[in-house]
């Protein structure tokens, strides 16, 4: 298996390189914090370096938290990318950020945008949903190491996994604003929770009420608005980014919690 540079370890891309590590590939890794591998893990060797980290790479994954990060990033490892090298982008930047990287790769130099859908624990285990975008070749060349992550969504050319992210995060956070919306207007109305969350499941709002009420994630609340804001779109996403961002002392708690804040009158 050939070398895998891994850059990011927050909540998901710690679980994410210790996954790929498990399956027998060999990881350098990197953080802008370092220190995040607490305890040695077979095949995984942090550095205090991304330029280190990718070197002899033959696959660089990002998994970063914003564009900004993102760009960062890019301006300090570009120039160390042998030809032959296929940086798969895996982070919520939208698809302007993955063309300003793709505009600044050597020649020879792939790029595959391959956002994920899912938390923490599908993370660590498999279960990620991967929205992969970009050439043919590429594509095939890392759906092997995206596989070990998750159920691969073939999404179409460049640029379009990163697309198709904005589109499906904008979706589930209006969606879950929605439900707990409708959670505190049950609590006003003096309806028990059990009945109104009860008949909201068993319809067709039922995985958005999963959602809203769970309690093993952890996408905070500050990477939701985030992502809505690259999402742009009309005026529901931008009320529900408003809302999101009232909340600053929810910011690093996830997506749930902030639910439970509005269901109590917040």
């Given at each position: 298996?050939?070398?895998?540079?891994?850059?990011?370890?927050?909540?998901?891309?710690?679980?994410?390189?210790?996954?790929?590590?498990?399956?027998?590939?060999?990881?350098?890794?990197?953080?802008?914090?370092?220190?995040r591998v607490p305890e040695p893990v077979e095949g995984l060797v942090e550095v205090a370096d991304p330029a280190a980290a990718v070197r002899g790479a033959g696959i660089v994954v990002t998994m970063l938290a914003d564009p900004a990060a993102l760009a960062a990033v890019a301006g300090r490892i570009t120039a160390e990318l042998a030809p032959g090298t296929v940086w798969v982008e895996m982070s919520s930047v939208g698809p302007a950020a993955v063309a300003e990287v793709r505009a600044q790769l050597p020649d020879g130099v792939g790029l595959v945008d391959a956002p994920v859908l899912g938390s923490?624990?599908?993370?660590?285990?498999?279960?990620?949903?991967?929205?992969?975008?970009?050439?043919?070749?590429?594509?095939?060349?890392?759906?092997?190491?995206?596989?070990?992550?998750?159920?691969?969504?073939?999404?179409?050319?460049?640029?379009?996994?990163?697309?198709?992210?904005?589109?499906?995060?904008?979706?589930?956070?209006?969606?879950?604003?929605?439900?707990?919306?409708?959670?505190?207007?049950?609590?006003?109305?003096?309806?028990?929770?059990?009945?109104?969350?009860?008949?909201?499941?068993?319809?067709?709002?039922?995985?958005?009420?999963?959602?809203?009420?769970?309690?093993?994630?952890?996408?905070?609340?500050?990477?939701a608005a985030k992502d809505l804001a690259l999402a742009g779109g009309g005026p529901v996403f931008g009320a529900v980014r408003e809302r999101l961002l009232a909340h600053p002392e929810l910011a690093e708690q996830d997506l749930a919690r902030w639910v439970d804040a509005v269901r109590a009158g917040g």
């Open positions: 298996m050939e070398k895998i540079a891994f850059l990011g370890l927050g909540r998901m891309g710690l679980p994410m390189a210790r996954r790929l590590a498990s399956g027998g590939y060999p990881l350098t890794v990197w953080n802008r914090t370092p220190g923490v624990g599908p993370a660590g285990t498999g279960g990620l949903t991967v929205l992969v975008g970009g050439g043919p070749v590429d594509v095939e060349r890392v759906r092997p190491v995206l596989e070990r992550l998750g159920r691969v969504v073939d999404c179409g050319g460049p640029g379009a996994g990163a697309a198709l992210k904005l589109v499906a995060i904008g979706a589930i956070v209006g969606g879950v604003a929605v439900v707990a919306e409708a959670l505190a207007l049950a609590g006003s109305l003096g309806l028990p929770e059990e009945l109104a969350s009860g008949v909201l499941a068993a319809g067709p709002l039922g995985g958005l009420v999963a959602r809203a009420t769970a309690v093993d994630a952890d996408f905070p609340v500050r990477l």
